[in-house]
């Protein structure tokens, strides 16, 4: 073989990559198929010098050798041998049309699965049995009625297009839908998925999605039930077609043969559509899927409207509970504020007897003092003007100071000291700015 | 063998088909030339036939078919080596009945001057056969034939093949080999003097008189392997024979009113003048059809074009593209790991087989067939030029030398799962561009050579060797941007979606997988080229050689990748 030029450049070492040598094995070539050389032609020859140089082959090499080879060469599995049955062996060719052709053929266990191979291969193995000259050679007549059915059904199987039109009509192959009672009684889908594999098989657009089973997801069902409603078959009725008279006949009667087949064929399609809508529809009325999905559908609204519910009610609870918590605080609050209320009253007249008493105190140090007369008794105006002082000057005071005051006459008998607490008194509201000179007659 | 019997051992290639034989000899130019027989026949019937004793052969026995079909023996070739319950009698329907003999089919026909039936055996047919070809070839080389290579169809047993030679050596041919036909047409195309040896994958479709055999073949440096074969009993030359003879019947019958079918003698007039027309449409658009005395002495004659042929043929031609197709899927490929398609067989000629396999298969693959290639050979000489090829080869070889090469021992080999090959651009498998050096089906041990382009830069650079797989790479196309929406578009936009679907687009593309091994050349100049050779053992280790192109220093490398298998391993 010449030189193989590869003109994409090779990568560029990455970095840092070694190996011993410059050179890692890594991996294992992938396991090899024996397959025969052909003998044949000027390289072969160099192989079989290569191979052959220098060595001989032991017996058993040899046998070995050649049971190793792959075989390409189709070996009969056995797959293509069905009983035949006398009543089928003694039919017309003429009745072509009634008669099985998988069946003539011996591939009934496959019908339109049959590979156009394994048509091929019945048809052929048919052949060499029921050939007329194979019945002379074995005594029998040279009845080759059968013969020629072979030759039909194999006609009709191995074109494509009459295959189709015979598929179409091949009642054998159709498994009818189980009943309502059977379905109840049985398992669901080990009764309705041959149904389903069966109809598949009319699908123009393949693969078909089948029945699964109850671990099927929503997705699967519904894909599924939307495929069968939107069913796209090739089915059609040509084949049950009555028979067009040939050009002998007249054409009217033609025309007329014609037209009536159209029809039918037009019918029977029409029926087959809502034969196979029908089929769906019941098993989807039956399908135990769809009354879980709902339910399953239902819990998940449920669950979501429970919660709802139940949010609405907690949040309503917590409006109460806030209402009510608000309402306590203010009860307490209000509460609070009487008390404070009642407390200040208190304390108010409190201070009022408080005052009262020290003004009485005050008053009673005036008597004491001698209203501050300097000798003898105190003149009635002596005493009307010493009180209107003491007057003055308890007017001007606050309970505290008023306090203040009571408490260092406490005890004082003495004029003179009483005297000067008084004098202090009238000192310290003078610099205060609260009495002006000349305000008091007597102190 | 001595050397006085090697030199005077004198070998031809023979194809022997049910329908037709060919005789083929290579001159001492090298040139295959296929020898005509008496008649000017290269494509010789297989047939015989006998009147008062005397014994016509090829075309001539064919011409009996009219007058002495029942002392015309046909269609025997499948017949040699079988049990009588394993042929398959329908071709000789307009000829000979086969009958069931103590071993294998026999013919009963009158076939001395006696006026009595004689039972011949296949055996004896056969060398009759073969006598005739060998006299037409040694009168033609002038010395005498006793040696040759036959071909035969992938199927035919050990046990046809023994018959085959027993029948041979009876007329005096020693059997130096058998080769496939298929195989044979392949060595055909490749013994051209301008034919490139390369790796490729060859379907061969042989469509013959009453079988049509496909063989998947893969092409090794010059080692032929079958990968696959498919065979049709039901779809050949005779089926076109056929769909002409009912086309004329029923002009016949629109004239005439009478089915010249069910006359015996009318119906074989009919077959051989339906194969004459069928076999005039393969070179002219016209031709007529035209028998003396059809049926009770009515002369008919009509004409047909090619394309009504086309028509009525069509579901013949399809039948044989999807057969074709199976055979490939058969072999675990797809129609784009093909590389060429091989017509064979005379049907071959008919230009609507080779044009139905074109459109059936990818567009470019190349049909070697007349009406598809201007450099196409005959196809109904590719079996024969082989054998004769085959022939030259070995002739000078000691039988029993022959016998040893031929032997599995030899024959044998394990063929690789995957492609081996190196990544290109980037050494990370799922970035780096896979290029395979071995291809999958080659027979190990196997050398194979490759030059590499360096970055721009030189430098050093990473060799990882992989295995690979050929995978089919499905996409769509965007769609094209839709013509401008006219007002009243909505009515048929329905109609409109399904025509612009966008054609899917196949293609072959390499996916890297297991790594075998790494390996860095250092330093590599800038514009250098690197080569890699790969030595993949029997056992299936791998020996990898590197080196920097014209570096004669020998900074070479070489490492190993250890086997996973023993040698002559088993079947997988
Ligand atoms: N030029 C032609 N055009 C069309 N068909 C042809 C032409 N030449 C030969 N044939 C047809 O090719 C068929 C014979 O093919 P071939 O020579 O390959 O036969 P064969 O190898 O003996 O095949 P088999 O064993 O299948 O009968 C016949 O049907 C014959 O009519
Ligand atoms: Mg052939």
Redesign the pocket.
Known sequence: MATITISLPLPVLPEGWTAEKDFKAVGEVSAATNRSIEPVGPHFLAHARRKRHRRTFSEDDRIQAQENVKSVEDQDAGEISEPEDQVMLQREAKDWKGQDHYAVLGITKYRWRATEDQIKRAHRKKVLKHHPDKKAAAGGTEDDQFFKCIQKATEVLSDPVRRRQYDSVDEAADVEPPTKKQTQKGNFYKLWGPVFAAESRFSKIQPVPQLGNDKSTKEEVDEFYNFWYNFDSWRSFEYLDEDVPDDNESRDQRRHMERKNLNARKKRKTEDSARLRKLVDDALALDERIKKFRQEEHARKNKKRLEREAEQKKAAEDAAKAKEEEAKKQAEKDAAEKAGKADAKKAKEQAKNAVKKNKRVIRGAVKDANYFATSGDASASQIDGALNDVDLLISKQDPDELAAWTAKLDGKKDAVIIKQIFDEEVKTLKDAGKIKDGELKTL | MSDDESQSRVAIGI????????IASTNNDGNTIVIANEDGDR?IP?MLSYVSGEEFHGQQAKSQLVRNPTNTVA?F??FIGQDFKSIDPT?CSGSAHPKAGSDGATFNIKDTEEDSENTRTISEITTRHLKRLQTSASDYLGKGVNAAVITV?TNFTDKQKEALTASAKEAGIEVLQYIH?PVSAVLAYDARPDAKLSDKIVVVV????????VTVIASRGGLYSILATAHDYDV???Q??QALMDHFAKEFIKKHKTDPREDKRALAKLKLES?AV??????GTNASFSVESLVSGIDFTSTINRTRFELIGNKYFASISRLALSAVEKAGLDPLDVSEIIC???????PKVARSLQSAFPEGIPVLA?ATSPTSLN??EL?VRGAAIQASLISEFETEDIDQSTHPMVTAAPHLGKAIGILSISGDESSGVFRPLVEAHTPVPVRRTAQIAVPREGGDVLIKICEGVSQIKVSTPAPQPKAEKKDDEDEDSDEDDSEDEPEEVRERVWKAETVLSEAALRGVKKGAKVEVQLDVAADLSVRVTLRQVGDKGGKGLIGNIKGSAKENGHAS
Not at chain 2, 206 to 213: L, P
Not at chain 2, 278 to 283: G, T
Not at chain 2, 344 to 350: P, Q
Request: glycine share 12%; charged share 20%.
């Open positions: 194809s022997f088909g049910n329908s037709y034989s060919s494509q297989s269609y070739r499948d071709p169809p036909e042989d469509i013959g008189g009453i079988r049509t055999d050949s030359g005779a076109f024979d194969e069928k076999k005039a449409l393969s070179i064979s067989g005379g049907s071959s000629h008919t007349p196809p109904s079996a």
